[in-house]
């Protein structure tokens, strides 16, 4: 009983965690997040890799933007596990 429930905190979802399954994602890539209303999230690819923990990480350079005023809103950098980052940017860009 108790492997179990310690088995579903590496679980998200109904899909297990995959450590070092990096998929598609590759540095130089670039992917978006369209948010609801205006605005549009565009994230390049810095680096892929494992933490400490051999947790997958993607560590990115991401820019806001404003559909309707048509410039940016800020840009910055940020991390997030594999996982994360893929659910929430789904929509891969052409380079």
Known sequence: MFGSSVGNLFRIG????KVGDVG???EGS??????PGELTETAKV?????DAMGIT??????????ARERR???EDSRTLNIETFTDY????VDA
């Not at 109904?14 to 965690?17: A, E, F, S």
């Open 89 to 92: 940017f789904s929509e891969a």
């Open 24 to 26: 598609e994602v590759r």
């Open 57 to 66: 990480h993607v560590r990115y350079r991401v820019m806001v933007e404003s």
């Open 46 to 50: 810095v680096h892929v890799g494992p």
């Open 72 to 74: 940016v809103r800020f």
């Open 14 to 17: 109904d899909k297990p965690l």
């Open 30 to 35: 670039t992917y978006r997040h369209r948010a």
